[in-house]
């Protein structure tokens, strides 16, 4: 039970003092408040998450449920071993509307363009309210795996990776360097 556990002890900290839960249905903001649609939907995602993504998210108030950093680092592919921190911003429509997902590492990378911003379908076009957060983080991880140069949001490097797939990988690996040329 990740979520729950975890949150109530970030709730701790930040009050200094016990706070009471009743599970997602129930009270979950401190000070007694009513849990809105998305933190009961967020909570619920949360409690389902596979280990390897809620040992690596950071949720910045346990309150609110809104905002939170994933670590992302790939376990094969040209990215393998090299951490990628997300920021993942849900919107009181979730999950009507999906979250807005920002990488915050400097990538060179089809589907990660220069400023973050993000391609997957499943963000885009492709979103339904079924989808969740464990959907979306393992796209993510997709995406390190398999890039997809045909549906690119960095043109260059979409061209860079089909044209030149050895300069690319070069590329990519001084990116992770700090490297950005």
């Known amino acids: 039970m990740f979520a729950k556990a975890r949150i109530q002890k970030e ?4 009050s200094g003092t016990p706070q009471a839960t009743q599970g997602v249905t129930g009270i979950i903001a401190s000070g007694g408040g009513r849990s809105t649609g998305y933190q009961i939907r967020v909570q619920k995602d949360l ?12 949720i910045d108030d346990a309150n609110k449920l809104n905002k939170m950093t994933l670590v992302l680092v790939p ?5 393998k071993a090299h951490p990628h921190e997300f920021e993942i911003n849900i919107p009181n429509e979730y999950p009507i509307k999906p979250p807005k997902v920002i990488c915050k590492t ?6 990660i ?14 979103w339904k309210p079924v989808l969740n957060l464990n ?7 997709f995406l390190f795996l398999e ?4 549906d690119p949001l960095d043109v260059d490097a979409a061209k860079h990776y089909v044209d030149q797939p050895e300069d690319f990988k070069r590329k990519a690996k001084n990116y992770m360097k700090g490297t950005y040329y």
């Open 113 to 126: 363009d220069q400023n973050g911003a993000v391609c997957l379908n499943i963000l885009r076009a492709d």
């Open 147 to 150: 890039p997809n140069p045909d």
């Open 47 to 58: 409690d389902e998450l596979e280990k390897k993504w809620s040992d690596n998210l950071k």
């Open 135 to 141: 959907a979306i983080f393992t796209g993510l991880h």
């Open 106 to 111: 400097k990538v060179w990378h089809p589907n």
């Open 75 to 79: 376990d094969d592919g040209i990215w």
């Open 11 to 14: 709730k701790e900290q930040q």
